[in-house]
């Protein structure tokens, strides 16, 4: 008889839910009817197995590799200065609330 693999390449990162279906017609769950999960990280492989002699876990899905989705930093500027507009009278005192840019859309 034989497994029966597929494999999923560059897969986007996220949690999946999945089942085989024989013919197109006959779904074949994990061994309690339940959908299987598999969560990926961005660029992961994802391979799906199908076992037609395992009755217990017939399906299994693996994730492979991939890398955490990156995340933007985000950063506060401030406007500094020489003189009272400022807020103070040096360079050195960058960081006043009074002074902070607001991010436009």
């Not at 999946?16 to 990280?41: E, F, H």
């Amino acid at each position: 008889a034989g497994n029966y693999k597929k494999v999923y390449t560059n897969v986007a990162a996220g949690t999946y839910a999945l089942k085989v279906v024989k013919d197109g017609s006959s779904w074949i769950p994990d061994g309690m009817g339940n959908d299987i999960p598999v969560t990926a990280l961005e660029g992961a492989t994802v391979t799906v197995i199908y076992d037609p002699s395992n009755t217990e876990t017939p399906v299994t899905a693996v994730a492979e590799g991939g890398s955490a989705p990156v995340v933007p930093v985000e950063h506060d500027y401030y406007v500094v200065g020489e003189g009272s507009i400022f807020g103070d009278t040096t360079w050195g005192n960058a960081a006043i609330a009074a002074n902070k840019m607001e991010k436009q859309d």
